[in-house]
């Protein structure tokens, strides 16, 4: 059994077939898979997903590039949304400054919010970082995260941010570039980080694993991060199914079948 921790399911590359992606998932043994919310359409759907759809987890946030339409009222939607349905975690939110919609202020003051939601509502985050490693490390640990935890997600740093990341109580998320040629920091790390926290995901539909690398990626690939994780752990890929899948669990706060 698989759980593929990090999709987008609720995106527009899956509207004419979403119910075939999501039974060729399970035919390939990905039982559970988590759907991120990150604006007011894709939470809707993350949430009508996950009533539709047996072993579908919604996380709701609001992503770094849309931080510049943060406000009061997002964030009365979250703490309701949380509180009323059965959302696993906060997310993704965190930083973004290769796209730069919004200032890093700006960004910044919106993950910092949502953190303190989070923890308000005691729940684990699911954090993006894209070139802002250093800002990232330094919100998370001025907002005291390991009060809640959550989830490094598609990690792609070396073993010595990776260090630094679990220091603060963040799991650790491989997604498909755990398996491209080009990402050595990312093998290494992978060959070091603590069996109880790593997890695996696609990111879907965006960064698929070799061999399908280019092209729409779907939840079903994440055996491909499975696999690779394991021959660099010298494990079976059963023994990682098992670990990845009971870490998943737990951080969400789910009964094992």
């Known amino acids: ?39 007011h359409e894709t939470i809707a759907k993350a949430l009508e997903l996950s009533k539709t759809y047996e072993g579908i987890y919604p996380i709701i946030g609001w992503h770094p590039t849309e931080a510049g339409s943060y406000s009061d009222e997002v964030e009365e939607k ?16 965190g930083l973004d400054y290769h796209w730069m919609e919004d200032p890093k202020p700006i960004q910044i003051e919106a993950f910092r919010r949502q953190i303190q939601v989070a923890k308000e509502l005691n ?7 894209r ?23 598609s990690f792609n ?15 650790i998320s491989y997604s498909g ?21 790593v997890l695996i995901e696609t990111d879907s ?10 092209k729409r990626n779907e939840p079903s690939y994440v055996r491909f991060v499975a696999e690779e994780l394991a021959e660099l752990r010298g494990m079976s890929l059963e023994e990682i199914a098992e670990i990845t899948t009971r870490n998943a669990n737990k951080i969400f706060n789910l009964t094992e079948d």
């Open 205 to 214: 539909p965006y960064l698929s694993p070799m061999p399908y690398r280019g």
């Open 123 to 129: 729940i684990p985050i699911t954090v993006h970082n």
């Open 78 to 93: 979250l703490i309701h949304l949380i509180q009323t349905e059965n959302i696993v975690a906060m997310g993704e939110m």
């Open 1 to 39: 059994m698989l759980f593929d921790t990090h999709a987008h399911l609720n995106v527009e590359q899956f509207a004419k077939d979403e119910a075939k992606v999501i039974q060729r998932a399970k035919d390939h043994g990905v039982s559970r898979m988590a759907v991120v919310g990150f604006d």
């Open 177 to 197: 570039v755990l398996t491209f040629k080009n990402a050595p920091a990312v093998k290494e790390s992978a060959k070091v980080v603590p069996l109880d926290k």
């Open 157 to 171: 740093l070396t073993p010595e941010w990776q260090e630094r990341f679990l220091d603060l109580g963040m799991h």
């Open 131 to 153: 070139e802002s490693t250093e800002d990232i490390y330094k919100v998370l640990k001025e907002e005291h995260v390991e009060d809640i935890g959550g989830i490094m997600h």
